[in-house]
């Protein structure tokens, strides 16, 4: 795809865009076969890695070694054994007893807790509505699935742990752009994007163990996105979701430990400012003139 900046269809990439060099395809350095992205051995769980983005990104995640071990769960349809191991666990992620169960279920298929877990599962409503013409119901039901989904995938994941008080491993939240744009009858995504991103820095401080990410998957024609008005953006490749996700599953991205990364970005450019990133240049700022987030006021 294009990475001319005169081409249309980066519209929603540039407003984003941290890097001067753009990826819209998985660039060699993230290849899977490489050997330094190889992830043997990782017990990875994807939320809603049954279609969409999840479900493209297993192509990626598959040829990371014979014996990486994949968890699919939330939706059945379209899975297939490549040369890892695969177990679907149908999971509603806003029921907090089911998601307990997902993460038991993993402990005694696999004989300890997962590795890595990438909280994909997303709602986006088909329509966009001013606040007073959208149910209430439905309006919460989009937090319900981008929030508390997320909130009970950490909460038992870190409780299957056989130390939940310090727990370790990778937690990686698939996030959107839209987390930090306004756009006029889109408020429920939006809003729980946001908090979603925000609580992945909760996450981070309150438990160092824990490597935590928010990805940005770029613009990728999905289930999701295919009825979307962002559709003629949506230009990037899926599997630059899942090529990113195998390098922060490496302790090569340790300096991006609580911040937000994209797979648009361009690696090389982002570690020269690693000391810039590891002083939360990436992370969200509330009111960016306060004190409290590093301003001095008028």
Request: aromatic letters at 6%; a neutral charge.
């Amino acid at each position: 795809m294009s990475t001319d900046r005169s081409d249309p269809s980066l519209g929603y990439t540039l407003p984003f865009q941290l890097t001067k060099k753009i990826h819209r395809k998985v660039p060699d350095i993230l290849l899977p076969e490489r050997e330094e992205n190889l992830q043997r051995g990782k017990i990875i769980v994807i939320t809603g890695g049954g279609t969409g983005i999840g479900a493209v990104r297993r192509p990626s995640l598959h040829r990371v070694g014979g014996t990486t071990l994949i968890i699919i769960l939330t939706r059945l349809p379209r899975l297939n054994n490549g040369v890892t191991k695969v177990l679907a666990v149908p999971t509603d992620l806003v029921d907090e007893s089911q998601v307990a169960n997902l993460f038991q279920q993993v402990n005694k298929a696999f004989g300890r807790p997962a590795d890595v877990v990438i909280a994909n599962a997303g709602l986006a409503l088909d329509t966009l509505k001013p606040v007073a013409e959208e149910s209430v119901s439905t309006w919460w039901r989009v937090h319900e699935t981008n929030v508390l989904g997320v909130h009970n995938t950490v909460v038992a994941w870190i409780r299957s742990q056989p130390d939940p008080k310090n727990p370790v491993g990778t937690m990686i939240n698939v996030n959107s752009g839209l987390a930090g744009k306004i756009v006029p009858g889109n408020s429920a995504y939006s809003i729980s994007k946001l908090a979603s991103h925000r609580y992945m820095e909760f996450v981070a401080a309150e438990y160092p163990g824990i490597r935590s990410f928010t990805l940005l998957p770029g613009v990728v024609m999905s289930d999701m996105s295919q009825d979307s008005p962002f559709v003629q953006y949506a230009k990037d490749e899926a599997e630059q979701t899942g090529a990113l996700a195998l390098f922060l599953a490496s302790s090569r991205a340790n300096y991006l430990k609580g911040s937000l990364t994209s797979v648009n970005w361009d690696l090389d450019e982002m570690e020269a400012h690693k000391a810039d990133i590891e002083q939360g240049l990436l992370t969200v700022k509330w009111v960016p003139i306060l004190p409290t987030s590093g301003g001095s006021g008028f």
